[in-house]
């Protein structure tokens, strides 16, 4: 339990480093799946595919990679942003409660 400096009137409950572990392990579970397809994504897009005789074929093989890699690199960019504010919440931003005179706020 923590008073604020700017609201002496203010309490923050700060909760223990291990009440964090369960989202540590979703971000790093979000930063390994959001590097992987990013990887992916990138590699995907960035693969040249051989041509071919006919032009409508060429565009079928080549666009669905391309999709599939815009797709991957999406959710991996999500993943990644996700992770990186699962990590961002410790010590004074980890407040879970806070007791002031407009009443309770619950950040958990």
Do not use: C, W
């Amino acid at each position: 339990m923590a008073k604020n400096n700017s609201d002496s009137n203010a309490i923050r409950f700060i909760s223990e480093s291990g009440h964090h572990r369960p989202r540590i392990r979703r971000s790093l579970f979000l930063l390994g799946g959001g590097v992987i397809l990013a990887g992916v994504g990138t590699f995907l897009i960035t693969n040249g595919l051989p041509d071919y005789s006919v032009r409508r074929a060429q565009l079928t093989v080549q666009l669905i990679p391309l999709v599939l890699g815009v797709l991957a690199l999406i959710f991996g960019v999500v993943g990644l942003v996700s992770a990186l504010i699962g990590f961002a919440r410790s010590g004074s931003a980890a407040t879970d409660l806070v007791v002031d005179q407009d009443g309770l706020t619950d950040y958990s």
